[in-house]
């Protein structure tokens, strides 16, 4: 049999009869099935696909759609004979057909065909010829058949595109500007559909509107989007303006035309300056947030993948503290961002998909996703991380190292891989002159020493990355390495002879009003409490109790020891009871600490023996050093604790 979706969903026997696929819902569940390309679709998942608020015949419903399905599809299968086309798999259901049954499957095959071989690619008329309106045309616009339709129409305006460019590289494609002409003005933010138009009317001799194609694009570009036309889109507008030869159709390539004046570009764009912006902090920063997001929506309103894609992932700052500032505009970047993979496809431009996915990984911080989202944004870091090395690019590799680093917080223990991280970082930067992230590179590298407790070692990345800074202008990394230093007094106030604690408390309270203007929120609070709170356990004293400290997201772990400095016992024990796991993140091994701590001064051996447990790989590491701004004191101090009261339970 076969069928077709680029249109309504239609169906026909072997001898060109067509099938009466029934209703609505049958039509949907088969055109469900299509859409998982010969995977299993579950009950579960057909069931939720079906229904916005599934009623409790929902199954049975199914059911009984697959079965009219089956005798619509195989009308001659003898009873009790196994279905070959739809069939039962584990809990779920799938397709069983050869892709060249179905329209759609072709289509993508030819298009994959064409990219491998680009010689084909001037034969994609044929293919495209298959598409007879919308996507799943007569289906309802549910979640999933709205996706499938984003995907597979931005696979066709690729399609035209590449088939154009091959005509045009071949010498062929007469009349190919007035065909591209209707493509630009029905997806007028479709970059390469432009560049493509003034190649088009470049070669039919139409020089001055190749030009002015160009200007109009950069134009509604930089006006609408604040995003400059790509290095592609200028380099054939020089080549238009000198009259380049590689313009030439094969043969026909002649001594390159005067050269010309290329007009300037005009000031950076909308996307660029709020990158700017971002490295300088305070309220700059929280603005250039704002101006991200709104040119994120812009971009997703023109329909433009392409272009969506380049707005995300321009916007690459270098990013340290695994905490989200503002966590709902970063989940919002992270849908953007995955929203947009999805409908460029495996097969979509690699640069781009490296900086999505990098996008996903850096945005996603540790301390706000968990679950499936945690382990997706992990293997965005990892996939980001091959492509770049797979392109050769520095700033990209950079880009995606920061996603690796930002994503290794998986377990305590870690300071020396992130170390390496680090070091490669430092390494591509150095010899590639991208200050922003060779600055990250310092300070991922502070972090590690100071974690390893190898505080000279961390005190020489310090001054490295504030030396980068002033030549660049960079005013946040002063604002981190007086944490650092102040990290250091209260580390030192433990020796003979060191400042005293009131010296290093003093430091850390510096070091916090700075902070405080800073623009990172999702840093801020509460660090002040919880440095004050390690300074006195470094030292034997209770926490501190100040009825003005804010401990933010750390409360949770640092109540028990408060409520024990308060003398309240049974509400310390019950506060200790509820605590949850720590996050991953940069402060896992310090609120670990804090728990081994409470649960040795309380005597609860379980939840001692569980944070031994976490903190045993951690053991030459020191409690929240990780960050490079506080420090507990030696792990070592708080896993010893925790093994003595575990063991007094045996």
Not at 21 to 30: A, I, K, Q, S, T
Not at 127 to 141: E, K, M, N, S
Not at 148 to 177: C, H, I, K, M, Y
Not at 453 to 469: D, R, S, T, V
């Amino acid at each position: 049999m076969r069928i077709d979706v680029l249109g309504a969903v239609q169906a026909w026997h072997d001898d060109g009869r067509p099938v009466n696929l029934g209703g609505p819902r049958h039509r949907e569940v088969l055109g469900r099935l299509v859409a998982a390309q010969g995977r299993t679709v579950t009950t579960d998942a057909l069931v939720d696909d079906l229904w916005d608020d599934p009623p409790g015949s929902a199954v049975g419903a199914l059911r009984t759609f697959v079965a009219a399905l089956r005798r619509a599809v195989e009308p001659d299968r003898l009873p009790r004979t196994p279905p070959r086309v739809l069939v039962t798999q584990g809990t779920g259901y799938l397709l069983r057909l050869p892709r060249e049954a179905v329209d759609a499957h072709r289509f993508q095959d030819a298009l994959a065909a064409a990219r491998r071989s680009p010689g084909r690619a001037a034969d994609l008329g044929e293919t495209l010829a298959l598409w007879r309106g919308q996507a799943y045309a007569d289906l309802p616009g549910s979640p999933w058949v709205e996706q499938e339709r984003l995907r597979l129409e931005e696979l066709r305006l690729q399609a035209v595109e590449l088939r154009a460019d091959a005509l045009l590289a071949s010498g062929g494609g007469a009349g190919l500007a007035a065909e591209l002409g209707g493509h630009v003005a029905e997806h007028p933010w479709r970059e390469p559909a432009w560049g493509l138009l003034a190649r088009a009317l470049h070669r039919d001799g139409r020089r001055a509107e190749a030009l002015d194609t160009l200007r109009r694009a950069r134009t509604m570009l930089v006006e609408q989007l604040g995003l400059d036309p790509s290095p592609r889109m200028r380099r054939l507008e020089t080549a238009i303006l000198n009259r380049s030869p590689e313009l030439e159709p094969p043969g026909e390539q002649g001594p390159a035309g005067p050269a010309a004046t290329r007009t300037p570009l005009g000031p950076r764009t909308t996307v660029e300056v709020a990158r700017t912006l971002a490295l300088a902090g305070g309220d700059a920063l929280v603005g250039s947030r704002r101006d991200r997001l709104a040119a994120i929506a812009a971009a997703e309103r023109t329909g433009d993948v392409t272009l969506t894609a380049r707005v995300i992932g321009t916007y690459d700052v270098p990013a340290i503290w695994s905490r989200a500032d503002d966590p709902e505009q970063s989940r919002a970047v992270v849908a953007a961002a995955g929203n947009t993979l999805l409908r460029l496809g495996p097969d979509g431009p690699a640069d781009l998909r490296a900086r999505l996915l990098a996008t996903v990984a850096t945005e996603s911080r540790s301390a706000d996703t968990t679950g499936a989202a945690l382990e997706t944004a992990r293997k965005a870091a990892r996939e980001a991380e091959a492509l770049a090395r797979r392109l050769n690019d520095p700033a990209l590799l950079a880009f995606a190292l920061d996603g690796v680093f930002l994503q290794s917080f998986t377990r305590p223990g870690l300071a020396a891989q992130r170390d390496a991280i680090g070091a490669e970082l430092l390494a591509v930067t150095g010899r590639h002159a991208l200050p922003a992230f060779e600055i990250l590179g310092h300070l991922v590298r502070l972090q590690a020493m100071s974690a390893l407790g190898e505080l000279e070692k961390a005190a020489e990345h310090a001054g490295a990355a504030e030396a980068i800074a002033t030549a660049h202008e960079s005013p946040l990394v002063p604002v981190l390495t007086a944490w650092f230093r102040a990290r250091v007094t209260a580390a030192r106030s433990t020796e003979p002879g060191g400042p005293t604690a009131a010296t290093a408390a003093a430091a850390y309270r510096a070091a916090d009003n700075d902070l405080a203007t800073a623009g990172m929120p999702g840093l801020h609070r509460g660090l002040l409490p919880l440095a004050l709170l390690g300074l006195r356990l470094m030292h034997g004293r209770p926490a501190p109790t100040g009825p003005d400290l804010d401990w933010g997201p750390y409360l949770p772990w640092a109540a028990p020891l408060v409520l024990l400095a308060q003398d309240r016992v049974e509400e310390a024990q019950a506060a200790l009871a509820t605590a949850p796991e720590p996050p991953g993140d940069h402060m896992q091994e310090a609120l670990w600490c804090l728990v081994a701590h409470a649960a040795a001064v309380l005597d609860r051996p379980e939840t001692a023996a569980r944070a031994a447990t976490a903190l045993r790989e951690a053991r030459a590491e020191h409690a929240g050093a990780a960050t490079g701004m506080l420090t507990l004191g030696p792990v070592e101090r708080y896993l010893t604790e925790a093994e003595a009261c575990a063991g007094r339970a045996r």
